[in-house]
């Protein structure tokens, strides 16, 4: 596979030879809607832009399952804001930056800290039963990499579903509004360009849902992806089965650029199900540490004190890494948690869905040690946006999971998550509402490419796992990036995959994992959740930027280093 390199010692372009296609191989459409505004997703992110969005005119939301079904409502610990007196959006901004490693869009951070607060109490005004303390102000804990309390939560460690359920109750109120339209159990496969190359809409496969069914288009004014992360490009991860990079993949075959998708958050507390456990696993909030849980090796020893002077709240890259290196030296594949201290009453009013999920698989946390390990959680890397939300394709735009907005840099801050989808849901209307929403072309065909098979998805899984997951080095992602280019080859070669929804979701994972693990094989060095052991060290001289991921006019991947003081 070869690699060439051009540009200055500053900014570097590596051209490759991995073919990107222009689109997914799928039927014609067979039917069109238009709106002004097209919001893909309906987790935190995409609710609150399509709800802010209805007042530049008719808006069409599309969510692959059902309105309930995002990433959101798997959210355990909360939501970050300063909200408290003693807590400021400076102290927020710190504390970001730290958990960034350096590598954060200080204005992008600016930006969430200081609209957080309002947005979480409108929020709470909108409905959303935050949990309080008995005079009535927000009830705030703590959480990894947070040097203050800042976390509103909900139902104990139910904030995510919460949140989702007071914005689908919004949305629910203006169903019968005929200037919105939801249409759900739809994959979206490929954003459509005009001529000029703007976005002007998005082509969809609705999975015998309702009154479409089959591959349509929905033609628009702007787009909004907010279709989440990647998470089940591994073999096992804390994210919902619909994670399938959807919008990433899209993106990049429109044109469109994406960014650090090599920093993936694993998270350290993630139910250990056995050897050969996959899929979505039981996560652990992060909130149960901060509320006193602490980490144990098997000997019983408190491992993470001496480690980090946050000790179990250290970021959640140091704590995984720290699991990873008492997993080896003792022999083991899980450390343990315990909570045991915290007792039967207060773990079953604070953490009723974490008590509820260990119960199901015979761990008891009131009595029983949990045995954890780490397990993809979340993607830092996504659709590069600026601080409006805007994508480097005109009429594209993108927030939360799915976006590279220089908030998170190589590591997410805990609880960030959320506030990041509220906050640019909402600026991206404004944008759009002072911007106005000009007329695009019509849709330009793209030519696709055979799909990968969906057969092939434990393959691709496995190779990201063993290659570019929780430790990587060169052997490992040149391994990963030779089976899923073979698996690119194999589809063009057989031409015997017919379109479906797995066979879609599989080739955005392909495509997706390409980016990913070239960005880790050039980012020779570790930091934040990329973790290079032959390069154990992190390098502000050579690697403080951002490596930027396109498509290139012959249909090939381009990554481009850029430095931050550069942007």
């Known amino acids: 596979m070869s690699l060439a390199t051009t540009g200055d010692t500053a900014t570097r372009r590596y051209r490759t030879q991995l073919p990107l296609p222009a689109a997914l191989a799928a039927p014609a459409p067979g039917w069109t809607t238009q709106a002004d505004l097209i919001v893909v997703g309906s987790g935190i992110a995409g609710l609150t832009a399509a709800l802010e969005g209805r007042r530049l005119g008719r808006v069409l939301l599309v969510t692959k399952t059902y309105l309930e079904a995002g990433a959101t409502p798997w959210a355990q610990g909360g939501i970050a804001a300063a909200l408290a007196p003693e807590d400021s959006p400076a102290d927020h901004l710190a504390d970001t930056l730290t958990a960034g490693a350096g590598l954060c869009e200080t204005g992008a951070v600016q930006v969430l800290v200081t609209e957080g607060p309002a947005r979480v109490r409108r929020l709470a005004a909108l409905g959303a039963e935050f949990e309080r303390t008995a005079s009535g102000e927000l009830a705030l804990t703590r959480e990894g990499g947070h040097l203050r309390d800042r976390i509103a939560h909900a139902g104990g460690d139910a904030t995510g579903r919460e949140i989702s359920r007071a914005l689908v109750t919004q949305l629910e109120a203006i169903r019968s509004d005929p200037g919105i339209e939801v249409i759900e159990h739809a994959l979206v496969l490929d954003v459509l360009t005009d001529a000029d190359g703007r976005a002007c809409g998005v082509t969809l496969h609705v999975i015998g849902e309702g009154t479409r069914d089959g591959v349509g288009a929905a033609l628009g004014r702007a787009v909004v992806l907010a279709t989440g992360g ?338």
């Open 230 to 567: 990647l998470g089940q490009i591994y073999r096992a991860s804390t994210n919902p089965p619909v994670a399938t990079g959807d919008g990433m993949a899209a993106a990049l075959r429109a044109g469109a650029r994406v960014a650090d998708l090599e920093f993936v958050q694993f998270h350290p507390t993630v139910l250990w199900r056995g050897a050969g456990a996959a899929g979505q696993l039981p996560l652990i909030s992060e909130a149960v540490r901060g509320e006193g849980a602490v980490l144990r090796d098997h000997a019983g020893r408190r491992f993470m004190v001496g480690r980090h002077r946050l000790a179990e709240l250290a970021p959640r890259d140091v704590v995984s890494r720290a699991e990873v290196e008492v997993m080896r030296e003792q022999g083991t594949d899980h450390v343990w948690l315990d909570a045991r201290d915290l007792g039967a009453p207060f773990l079953e009013r604070r953490f009723p869905s974490v008590l509820a999920g260990c119960r199901a698989h015979g761990v008891d946390p009131v009595v029983d040690l949990v045995p954890v390990a780490p397990a993809q959680h979340y993607a830092s890397g996504g659709v590069l946006v600026d601080v409006w939300g805007r994508c480097s394709l005109p009429g594209l735009y993108a927030c939360g999971e799915v976006s590279a907005s220089g908030v998170h840099g190589a590591n997410r801050l805990a609880s960030n998550s959320l506030l990041e989808g509220l906050v640019w849901g909402h600026r991206i209307a404004q944008h759009l509402a002072g911007d106005g929403l000009p007329r695009p072309g019509e849709p330009e065909q793209r030519l696709a490419a055979p799909l990968v098979a969906a057969s092939d998805r434990p393959r691709l899984q496995a190779a990201m796992t063993a290659g570019a997951g929780v430790t990587r080095d060169e052997a490992g992602l040149r391994a990963t990036l030779e089976t899923l280019a073979s698996l690119g080859a194999q589809a063009t070669s057989e031409h015997d995959c017919d379109p479906s929804t797995e066979a879609w979701e599989t080739t955005n994972l392909q495509q997706v994992g390409l980016a990913l693990a070239e960005a880790g094989l050039l980012r020779e060095e570790t930091r934040g959740g990329h973790w290079r052991t032959d390069f154990p060290a992190r390098d502000d001289d050579r690697w403080r930027g951002r490596l930027v991921c396109e498509r290139d006019p012959d249909g090939h991947l381009q990554v481009d280093y850029v430095p931050l003081e550069a942007r």
